[in-house]
């Protein structure tokens, strides 16, 4: 409930009140499960310290897949959101079906295409 291109912000649905800026008390060390796979490049963003409007970089895993056809396409889309974010430490399957039958895939292609994504952070200095 910190993302507020997802949940955090006003009239989300069957709550009281609203979770508008809710991200402000994260702590950096929080580790953030990144689920928002329609606007994913733009939470992923959000959390990784480069808005300027939310400057806390946050340590993040994608937690995709959400039962989306096929898991091995939903994968490379997923590390193709990520380029160019740093702090994503890789990602998981998720599903709400109980279906595992695409995790080999998902997983197989997610790590084919992690070295792309790395080459796409900037090496921080040191």
């Given at each position: 409930?910190?993302d ?16 508008a ?20 490049k ?44 740093p ?35 900037p090496?921080?200095?040191?």
């Amino acid at each position: 409930m910190f993302d507020p291109y997802h949940n955090a912000h006003d009239h989300v649905m069957l709550v009281e009140g609203s979770f508008a800026g809710s991200w402000k008390g994260l702590p950096p060390e929080v580790g953030i499960l990144n689920w928002n796979l329609d606007k994913l490049k733009t939470s992923l963003t959000w959390f990784s310290g480069l808005n300027p409007d939310q400057p806390v970089p946050h340590p993040q895993i994608i937690a995709g897949f959400y039962d989306r056809g096929d898991g091995a396409a939903e994968a490379r889309r997923e590390v193709a959101e990520a380029e160019g974010v740093p702090n994503v430490r890789g990602l998981m399957y998720t599903t709400w079906n109980d279906d595992y039958s695409k995790l080999k895939a998902f997983a197989d292609a997610a790590r084919a295409a992690w070295p792309d994504y790395l080459k796409s952070v900037p090496v921080p200095k040191q």
